[in-house]
């Protein structure tokens, strides 16, 4: 049998480690690369996805009764607490028969739920905890949101939801999002006892 140099052993190794090395390192650079892609594929489609979801929302918060006014764009937006139609509201509110839903809220009190402070308070409360849209004021946009809410025993409001129909251009939202925020009430009364009752409060949205 024919001996092999020991010297040829060694380079043959040496070959093939060296071999073995640049294919290991281009795998590894293979492997960073495809790693690199799938990152950036992620986020170009998160980028996608979110420019998408923000359409949409855009395009949820426009829908609406509320009509654009071009003569009011970009104007100056203020939120006011409509006492006019707190007016009508409570004439009817007068004139509802007292009766209690299967929640085991009154849509009527003998003595209604009234914010601490009175309505002056209500609408200073109102002006500095509510955001004018920015999509409405940049459409000239003004409506009044209905907003009806309960009062609990212990004066706790909850329950807020819309009366009137959606306006759109993020009124809505803002109107619900300032009644979620309010403090105590005084409750509602019946035969001198708190009880639960609803309460309808207009937002008026007004740009000068």
Not at 43 to 53: G, L, P, R, Y
Not at 60 to 73: E, H, I, L, R, S
Request: proline share 4%; glycine share 8%.
């Amino acid at each position: 049998m024919k001996k092999i140099n020991t010297k040829t052993v060694t380079l043959i190794m040496g070959l093939m480690a060296i071999t073995l090395g640049i294919v290991s390192c281009k795998s590894g650079e293979d492997s960073k690369q495809a790693v690199a892609d799938s990152i950036k594929a992620r986020i170009t489609a998160d980028s996608v996805a979110k420019v998408n979801q923000e359409q949409a929302m855009q395009q949820t918060m426009v829908t609406g009764m509320a009509k654009p006014n071009p003569d009011k764009k970009h104007g100056k937006g203020k939120v006011v607490f409509q006492t006019e139609q707190e007016a009508r509201y409570e004439k009817e509110y007068a004139a509802m028969v007292i009766e209690m839903d299967k929640e085991g809220i009154y849509n009527r009190a003998e003595i209604k739920p009234t914010f601490p402070g009175g309505q002056d308070a209500l609408a200073k409360f109102i002006q500095e905890n509510i955001v004018y849209p920015d999509v409405a004021i940049e459409n000239g946009v003004e409506a009044t949101v209905d907003v009806i809410f309960a009062v609990d025993e212990n004066g706790k409001v909850y329950t807020p939801r819309l009366k009137s129909q959606s306006q759109g251009y993020g009124l809505d939202e803002a109107s619900l999002s300032v009644v979620s925020k309010m403090p105590k009430w005084n409750p509602g009364q019946i035969k001198g006892k708190n009880v639960k009752s609803y309460y309808t409060l207009p937002i008026s949205f007004v740009i000068n």
